[in-house]
């Protein structure tokens, strides 16, 4: 709750935080200079948005990773154009791409109301086919999330447009069944081993 508080205050008064974070991929937190725009409520968990003095373009921060908050002296001057909700308005969820994607996905009868049912994104185009399936089409910032977001339903989808984004989620279900077959395989390996060494000992 401190925390949190200290970057609203930062926020509101656009006042740089000495910021320590801890990345998904980083083996050790690093500490540096942010000015915060905003925060931004997303699946769960909050983030926040900003500039380091490192980075150009705007930055993402889980403010779950984020370890501690120094509000400093030194003040930043906020972009006057920047809209929180206009900038995260064509991402798919907090994360920002290279540039706009268009996305088309083909929903099979059993998920397809499921899809209907709500708004995933603002520019979201649901329509219901002859045979009960739903075509979907977005267009994103980036499509890291949106391509979680499609394999969450399994078999009951199918990928249209781009086929990049289909190759991609093809070649990740290729080597997320490889690992599952090396593990099988491991224990089955395990197994054996136990069954040889307890008949050896018998």
Known sequence: ADLIDSLMQAIEDSQCVAMTYQAL???????????????AYHRGSLYLVGRTRRHEDICHWKVDRIDAVELKVQRFQRPEDFDLQKHLSKSFGVYQGDGEVCVMVRFLPTVARY?????????????????????????????????????SFGRYTQVLEPAELR????????????AQEERSAGRKRN???KRVLSTTAE
């Open 25 to 39: 991929q980083a083996t050790e937190p690093v500490t540096y200079i942010v000015h915060p725009y905003g925060l």
């Open 167 to 178: 190759d991609q989620i093809v070649e990740e279900l290729k080597e997320a069944l490889a």
């Open 191 to 193: 197994l054996e081993r």
């Open 115 to 151: 899809v209907e049912e709500s708004t995933w994104h603002p520019s979201q185009k649901l329509t219901k086919q002859r045979d009960g399936s739903l075509i979907a089409e977005f267009t994103v910032d980036g499509t890291e999330e949106i391509k979680r977001w499609i394999m």
